[in-house]
């Protein structure tokens, strides 16, 4: 494969506590040095202004194939994603059928190895079926690869299931990746129960839902041992229930998406079916304490919950459109824009949130640039200014509520396995 | 005046009460009594709107509000077409957009849409190019039910401002609350929601309404009480106990209206459940203006149809609420 020279630009690798400007050096696909590289190079790539990181992972994507190919397939998904700078992305099951065997988790690696783009780590169904009713064959799904148990888009409802699910994966040690909300209290819900809810009279989701059932998770999650990782925290309550339970020591970790660092429910003001999305958009309080949360590490990393729709499901009355948004190709943009950029966390932090600590919570060898090392590199414009414009997107689907907005940073280049797979 | 173009109209549409001015209400207000006036009330026709072709397209049950926009778009001389959802496409999976698409393209002016969910006329007015007047959007708002009941009050009392008027009844699943709500408090009213706290949240103290839960307690200080129906549809779950204990609690009796100021005036949006919202001497009282705001809708609903859809070169069709 020969050898790609990575010139000049501030390298950040959180894995191994670097921010430096150097130049970084892949050999045959993997990282050979960081350091003043001497001696001729197949390739090289001048990264001067630039900012290269381990490539970005988000663990929490939306591929919808098998069985919703309209919306999104691997290929396509895996293609916004490379646009996006994700390297790796970890896909949800709940497609139809859901990943609940291991012939679909062998048909997810048979499709990502056809698309050749970037690395799709499987999660496994939590229960089988996704019915809620027993336990998947976790351990087949684990030896075929799963690196991670989630029922999301709906919570684990019963919670003796909950509880043996957490039990049951130590044996593994892999996380149970928890969709929070009582839905009892949902029900009917259509944005954040609030003061916009309350004008534009449309059902609400109160906060309490989603805090009712991350307290009862991290109660199990105490009591078993097991890893628990709460799903797209949109909360203040949440946060800081998650902010004790590590106090406490109890293993828990959260990841929260850029719309809920970025929106408010006041974006539904114009009923816009593109600012649906469960957990809803909630209050300037709520993004404030998800910020303050990942300045902290209380929330350790940033997923983007990418949950595209076909145009015509979200050309639907409000209440009509499914739940759900795009992410991958927007979110450097918004976690600079809106977290970088005012100062409210520093590049390494957002690098880290980005990579390396959804690497280690989903326990994948990626997130670091460690010499020998996968080259999955991301480099980074961080002061270009962009406008998002949904018709160049990737992905299959358009349903994004930032469309025509002025981001600022954006991936210039994704490498995969020492391979420039997407360059801008 | 009914012969020219109307008063000067900033909107092709009539969406909601919450994003108009004070003198963007008044306006419609005074374009309704003048019309009703030169209509001998609402009795008479005009020719204001002949030639066009006002569309009555609703997706939810209705009588009263159908059959008032539709006579009021007669008596202004459009014709009208009533869009009848159990004989649409939409049983064939069309979505309701596609639907007032095609109806636009039959050559229409105006839309009055009915609809359970709340934002559908804000999504078709940025779909059609035609006028739309939101007749009733789920919980969310009802405009020109606001309108008319505001208009009632003021035909009675002249004015608005100082008065103080009882919302009473299911708030949180009343787009009739909604526009009231706004209509009056732009206005200079004030306003007490009063209901159990099931369905009066303390927020809409944010919004600058007075929130009670004892119906005795405010009966003394209100000039006007709006009693509104009990929406059992839109409920997911009972939001009291029992229709015995609410009534018992926030039916309007002849006994609490002997508590009440002699000028109180009595409205109801209707239709009304005769001794839950309210008992039977309380609905034919002498303060009941309940009839009166029958009349008042035809009346409101040719202003809105006069102003949205009226004299109007097509070039100057531009821009719009919302």
């Known amino acids: 494969m020969g050898t790609l020279l990575i010139r000049g630009g501030r390298i950040i690798d959180p894995s191994q506590g670097i921010d430096r400007v150097d130049d970084l050096l892949v050999r045959d696909g993997v990282v050979a040095s960081i350091g003043r590289a001497a001696g001729p190079t197949d390739e090289s790539f001048d990264a001067s202004g630039m900012i290269v990181s381990p490539g970005l992972v988000d663990m929490h994507v939306h591929l919808r194939e098998p069985g919703r190919e309209e919306d999104e397939t691997i290929e396509t998904g895996t293609r916004a994603a490379l646009a996006g700078g994700f390297t790796s992305v970890a896909c949800i099951p709940n497609t139809e059928p859901p990943i609940d065997t291991q012939a679909a988790v062998g048909f997810i690696h048979q499709k990502a190895a056809r698309a050749d783009t970037c690395n799709v780590f499987v999660v496994g169904c939590v229960s089988r079926d996704r019915a809620g009713r027993e336990l998947a064959d976790i351990g087949g799904l684990f030896e075929a690869g799963a690196v991670a148990f989630s029922d999301d888009g709906a919570p684990v409802y019963d919670a003796e299931l909950m509880r043996r699910a957490l039990e049951y994966c130590r044996m593994f040690d892999v996380p149970i990746l928890a969709h929070e909300e009582v839905l009892e209290l949902t029900r009917g819900g259509v944005i954040h129960e609030g003061l916009v809810s309350l004008a534009l009279g449309l059902g609400g989701m109160p906060a309490a839902a989603e805090e009712i059932m991350i307290g009862r998770d991290i109660a199990l999650a105490a009591c078993t041992g097991g890893r628990l990782h709460v799903m797209h925290v949109s909360t203040a309550g949440g946060v800081a229930q998650v902010r004790e339970a590590k106090a406490r020591g109890i293993r828990v970790t959260a990841e929260a998406c850029p719309h809920h660092f970025t929106l408010t429910d006041e974006a539904l003001r114009g009923f816009d079916s593109n600012c649906k999305m469960s957990p809803p958009l909630r209050t300037a309080a709520d993004v404030e304490a998800i910020i303050a949360g990942l300045a902290d590490g209380t929330i350790d990393c940033i997923a983007t919950d990418h949950a595209p729709h076909a145009r015509e499901k979200k050309m639907l009355e409000l209440d009509r459109a499914p739940f759900g948004i795009l992410g991958l190709e927007t979110a450097i943009g918004l976690a600079v824009t809106r977290l970088v950029a005012p100062g409210r966390i520093d590049w390494p932090r957002l690098i880290d949130a980005l990579s390396t600590a959804p690497a280690r919570i989903l326990g994948v060898p990626r997130g670091t640039l460690r010499p020998g090392a996968v080259a999955d590199i991301t480099v980074i414009d961080p002061d270009t200014n962009w406008q998002v414009d949904v018709s160049a997107f990737r992905s299959k689907s358009v349903n994004s509520p930032f469309q025509g907005w002025m981001l600022r940073g954006r991936a210039v280049a994704t490498i995969v396995a020492g391979r420039v797979k997407f360059r801008r | 005046m009914t012969d020219g173009s109307p008063p000067a109209w900033e909107h092709r549409h009539l969406l909601d009460l919450e994003r108009l001015s004070a003198a963007e209400i008044g306006l419609l207000l005074d374009t309704a009594a003048r019309l009703k006036e030169a209509t001998n009330g609402c009795r008479t026709k005009l020719s204001a709107l002949a030639g066009r072709t006002v569309v009555n397209l609703f997706f939810e049950n209705s009588t009263r509000t159908r059959t008032s926009f539709a006579l009021a778009a007669r008596r202004l001389g459009a014709d009208v077409v009533d869009f009848s959802t159990s004989a649409s496409s939409l049983a064939k999976g069309e979505s309701f957009i596609d639907t007032a698409r095609n109806l636009e393209a039959m050559g229409i002016d105006a839309v009055v849409v009915r609809?359970?969910?709340?934002?559908?006329?804000?999504?078709?007015?940025?779909?059609?190019?035609?006028?739309?007047?939101?007749?009733?959007?789920?919980?969310?708002?009802?405009?020109?039910?606001?309108?008319?009941?505001?208009?009632?009050?003021?035909?009675?009392?002249?004015?608005?401002?100082?008065?103080?008027?009882?919302?009473?009844?299911?708030?949180?699943?009343?787009?009739?609350?909604?526009?009231?709500?706004?209509?009056?408090?732009?206005?200079?009213?004030?306003?007490?929601?009063?209901?159990?706290?099931?369905?009066?949240?303390?927020?809409?103290?944010?919004?600058?309404?007075?929130?009670?839960?004892?119906?005795?307690?405010?009966?003394?200080?209100?000039?006007?009480?709006?009693?509104?129906?009990?929406?059992?549809?839109?409920?997911?779950?009972?939001?009291?106990?029992?229709?015995?204990?609410?009534?018992?609690?926030?039916?309007?009796?002849?006994?609490?209206?002997?508590?009440?100021?002699?000028?109180?005036?009595?409205?109801?949006?209707?239709?009304?459940?005769?001794?839950?919202?309210?008992?039977?001497?309380?609905?034919?009282?002498?303060?009941?203006?309940?009839?009166?705001?029958?009349?008042?809708?035809?009346?409101?609903?040719?202003?809105?149809?006069?102003?949205?859809?009226?004299?109007?070169?097509?070039?100057?069709?531009?821009?719009?609420?919302?």
């Open chain 2, 115 to 322: 609809h359970a969910s709340p934002g559908t006329p804000h999504l078709l007015a940025r779909h059609l190019d035609v006028g739309v007047i939101n007749a009733g959007d789920g919980p969310h708002e009802h405009p020109t039910q606001g309108l008319l009941d505001i208009f009632s009050i003021r035909e009675r009392r002249g004015s608005l401002a100082g008065c103080t008027v009882g919302l009473v009844g299911d708030i949180a699943h009343s787009r009739t609350a909604r526009s009231n709500l706004h209509g009056l408090l732009k206005l200079g009213a004030r306003v007490i929601l009063c209901g159990p706290p099931t369905l009066v949240s303390p927020r809409w103290q944010e919004l600058g309404a007075e929130v009670s839960h004892d119906l005795d307690a405010i009966i003394p200080r209100c000039d006007v009480l709006n009693l509104l129906r009990i929406q059992f549809e839109r409920q997911n779950t009972r939001p009291f106990p029992s229709v015995r204990e609410y009534a018992s609690l926030y039916a309007m009796t002849g006994e609490r209206l002997r508590r009440a100021r002699p000028d109180l005036l009595i409205l109801a949006p209707g239709p009304i459940n005769r001794g839950v919202e309210m008992t039977a001497d309380v609905a034919d009282c002498p303060q009941s203006v309940i009839l009166d705001q029958v009349t008042n809708g035809l009346a409101v609903r040719m202003g809105v149809l006069w102003l949205t859809c009226g004299a109007r070169p097509a070039a100057t069709v531009a821009g719009g609420q919302g």
